[in-house]
């Protein structure tokens, strides 16, 4: 009968345990379900707001009609200490613009890092905003590229196309094929 009297002792332990480990799976689940939202606000805050995305076709025939066009580097994503991905990000801008230029497109070049913007019809500092409504003054159809470390993606609407992603992803510089 001693025997018997320990048996449902040792039952209550290992009830116990599962119950710590539910707790600690819970914390798990907790913190997935954190770097799912967080990772899904980044990509919302990212997308162009109101502009439908256009399937490839439509969009190659779109830049066909275009005659003006404007390559954008949006710097302002980069982190500080990561210089390749800052070349990742330019070298790619540069391969975009010769491609759109090798089409006889007329191709003008923004930098976009901070509050400030470089380049377009003067070599002086500007606004982002600047920049950009001068481009939209002249018609100018936006390629915009810019880093974003957790998702790699190509946007292609009516307002031009959205390219942003990792070191890897800018350094392939898939774009430059789509437009040509």
């Known amino acids: 009968m001693a ?45 162009p707001r109101g502009e439908p995305e256009l399937p490839l076709k439509d969009f190659k025939t779109l830049v066909n009609s275009t005659p003006k066009l404007s390559v954008v580097q949006d710097l302002r994503g980069l982190p500080a200490d990561d210089s390749d991905a800052r070349m990742a990000l330019q070298n790619c801008a540069i391969q975009l613009s010769y491609a759109l230029s090798y089409l006889g497109k007329n191709v003008t070049n923004y930098a976009i890092e901070g509050s400030e913007c470089y380049g377009g019809s003067t070599s002086s500092a500007r606004t982002s905003q600047e920049c950009l409504s001068e481009a939209s003054r002249e018609g100018r159809l936006l390629f915009t590229l810019g880093y974003n470390s957790t998702q790699n993606k190509t946007l292609l609407t009516a307002k031009g ?14 774009i430059t094929g789509l437009v040509q």
């Open 3 to 47: 025997e018997q009297e320990k048996k449902p002792e040792q039952k209550e332990q290992p009830e116990q345990q599962p119950q710590e480990k539910q707790g600690v799976k819970k914390e798990y689940v907790f913190a997935a379900v954190a770097v799912v939202l967080i990772a899904a606000a980044a990509f919302l805050l990212l997308q």
């Open 161 to 174: 196309a959205y390219y942003f992603g990792g070191t890897g992803f800018l350094s392939d510089c898939t």
